[in-house]
């Protein structure tokens, strides 16, 4: 167990510096570009999304989660992954370019024709990698991968800087996608020392395949579901609107989801380890929860009382209104770590078929949801976010408590005294907030300051225990 926990916690630690200099960078860049291009530049690449991220479902086609769950994997295995990848990717492209005038059409937008088949490219960059940042992740090699990364980002995001600044408008967004994936495949190829050779099994492949399909479908219902908002929103009520909920969402990305998707690499291959140990299983699961919601639930409360203190230092008055946005994103998000280690677990424990019939589930019943929040507007849309992630904790935690005896009530025991001491910071931050009459920056330095200082006070007092065992996790296994 504690060799378990101490790669979780060097991996998870890795993922967090990988998140927060990439990532952290990312939302830099983004700030400095709502400063050179408009909201419906932003809202045409929100537009485009779905394609993108459902193509690169096809091009996974769910065989990396098969690899990196697989207790050995022979040369074979890896070449069969690697050709398949090759394939799909061709055909996901092909799709991509004969629908590109379709989706044109659909959202009255003529420029995204061309923009979908270039960034399209990226799919071939992405096939060539996908076995080289899996093998990296077995070996538990998230520093090689934060190199990549972060190398990616910064290449790319000047490159768009340079080229927004000379008036290429959308098209500078549109670069930095094919760029960072370009700059960040080539360091994963250099970084690792496998290599192809000419090897394929039908045996191998559909062996992986069984398992690592359902995860896809589950992964192209969630993305489509996600996707629908920009989609409705674009159709419904205009680019610039896309735009304020994109720039919302991508800045709520880098906390809660985010934190908890790097928790999450860190942990599954470390906890496949442990597939049949249920019990161990759980107390550790128990720990990640534990110390994600630790340091989510601080920085949540943080978006909300900050936002609009955010917007008016780094944004001028086109991108106010996303301000509100964010706030509803970031309360939003503050479940996705629960729902995204249910998810790990099933998978972890080999029942993607769970995951895929209770994503069914669960997107059916917020479609539902969305349709009846449409007269409402973008505030309603979002506020039936946040009624369907709390509802589908439900759902989500049953099978949890039936294969490893880790429910609802148990969750919510162990993240509660973090979300309350969170609350009552971000409350007192807020008064103190509305009671000073100072600049808008140094009232965000002040309220930054106040909210980790009370954070830390009532978090000592709340959850000393808590508090205690997480630090003494954190060093052990630091």
């Known amino acids: ?28 860049f983004t700030l400095l570009l709502t400063r050179l291009l408009e909201p419906e530049a932003f809202g045409v690449i929100a537009m485009m999304s779905v394609f993108f991220e459902l193509a690169n479902m096809v091009v996974n086609a769910g065989l990396r989660q098969a690899l990196i769950r697989s207790s050995t994997v022979s040369e074979t295995d890896l070449c069969t992954v690697f050709f398949s990848n090759i394939l799909f990717s061709s055909v996901a492209y092909l799709v991509l370019y004969f629908i590109a ?18 960034a399209g490219l990226v799919l071939f960059v992405s096939s060539l990698t996908i076995v080289q940042d899996t093998l990296l992740r077995r070996q538990m090699r998230f520093r090689s991968i934060m190199h990549a990364s972060v190398a990616g980002t910064l290449g790319s995001g000047a490159l768009a800087l340079i080229l927004a600044y000379e008036g290429f408008g959308v098209w500078s967004l549109v670069i930095q996608m094919v760029t960072a994936q370009v700059i960040s495949g080539t360091i994963i190829w250099l970084q690792g020392s496998w290599r192809p050779s000419w090897k394929f099994s039908t045996d191998s492949f559909w062996r992986m395949f069984r398992f690592g399909y359902k995860l896809v479908l589950e ?11 920009f989609v409705v ?11 304020l909920y994109f720039l919302a969402n991508r800045i709520n990305q880098l906390v809660a989801p985010h934190i908890a998707e790097a928790v999450s690499q860190a942990s599954f291959p470390a906890l496949s380890t442990l597939q049949d140990k249920p019990d161990d299983m759980r107390e550790m699961y128990r720990q990640v929860i534990s110390i994600t919601m630790f340091i989510v639930a601080p920085l949540t409360a943080g978006l909300v009382v900050l936002s609009p203190l955010i917007f ?44 895929l019939w209770l994503g069914i589930a669960r997107k059916s019943v917020n479609v539902v949801i969305l349709i009846l929040c449409i007269p409402y507007g973008v505030y309603g849309i979002l506020i039936g976010q946040l009624l369907a992630s709390i509802l589908a904790l439900g ?63 009532i978090a000592r007092l709340i959850c000393a225990q808590d508090f205690m065992a997480i630090k003494k996790y954190l060093i052990h296994n630091g």
């Open 1 to 28: 167990m504690n060799g378990i926990g101490a790669k979780i916690g060097s991996g998870t630690a890795w993922n967090l510096m990988n998140l927060f200099l990439s990532r952290g960078a990312s939302i830099v």
């Open 101 to 118: 005038p379709a989706a044109a059409d659909f959202y009255g937008q003529p420029l995204l024709e061309d923009l979908i088949r270039v």
């Open 395 to 457: 759902p989500n935690t049953y099978y949890s408590a039936r294969i490893i005896g880790y429910g609802l009530y148990a969750q919510i025991s162990d993240v509660i005294r973090p979300l309350i001491s969170a609350s009552i910071s971000g409350i007192l931050a807020k008064i103190l907030i509305v009671l000073v009459h100072l600049s808008p920056v140094t009232t965000l330095i002040m309220g930054v300051v106040s909210l980790i200082f009370f954070y830390f006070v």
């Open 219 to 229: 992964s192209a219902i969630d993305v489509l579901y996600r996707n629908s908002f």
């Open 233 to 243: 929103i674009g159709k419904l009520f205009s680019a610039e609107l896309v735009g």
């Open 312 to 355: 008016d230092v780094f944004l001028d008055a086109r991108w106010r209104q996303s301000a509100v946005f964010l706030q509803l994103f970031s309360l939003i998000g503050l479940s996705y770590p629960l729902h995204l280690m249910n998810y790990n677990i099933l998978a972890v424990k080999g029942r993607s078929d769970l995951v």
